[in-house]
């Protein structure tokens, strides 16, 4: 088992940031590839960034390319995603994720977290 809880999302205006944080109670957190998904309502759930073990590989859904940034802390636990321009068309909940192949897919998905809803206003 890997609980996962996801938390920092909130109500933002266009063009601005947010920072999400996954926190992690299992052992073996470090082991796993990591990643953030989104879902929109009446959409399919989506990869937004992954990051593997060590950290040394980033994927990044096209759409948040140079905006987003993916980062795990491995001593502590934690995913985080940094959330920067941001537009009303990414109106969604955010899930983080764990999964141990690459690149991380839906169908590669060990555990989620309960989402936390990111909502951005024009």
């Known amino acids: 088992q890997e609980p996962l809880v996801d938390s920092g999302g909130g109500l933002v205006q266009a063009g601005g940031s947010l920072r999400l944080s996954c926190a992690a109670s299992?052992?073996?957190?470090?082991?796993?590839?990591s990643g953030w998904f989104r879902q929109a309502p009446g959409k399919e759930r989506e990869l937004v960034a992954a990051?593997?073990?060590?950290?040394?590989?980033?994927d990044y859904g096209d759409s948040v390319k140079g905006r987003f940034t993916i980062s795990r802390d491995d001593r502590e636990n934690m995913l985080y995603l940094q959330l920067n321009l941001l537009q009303p068309n990414e109106t969604a909940v955010y899930y983080c994720?764990?999964?141990?192949?690459?690149?991380?897919?839906?169908?590669?998905?060990?555990?989620w977290g309960q989402g936390t809803q990111v909502t951005v206003s024009s």
């Open positions: 299992g052992r073996h957190f470090s082991s796993y590839i």
């Open positions: 990051i593997s073990w060590s950290g040394g590989m980033l």
């Open positions: 994720a764990v999964g141990s192949r690459w690149p991380l897919r839906l169908t590669e998905v060990h555990y």
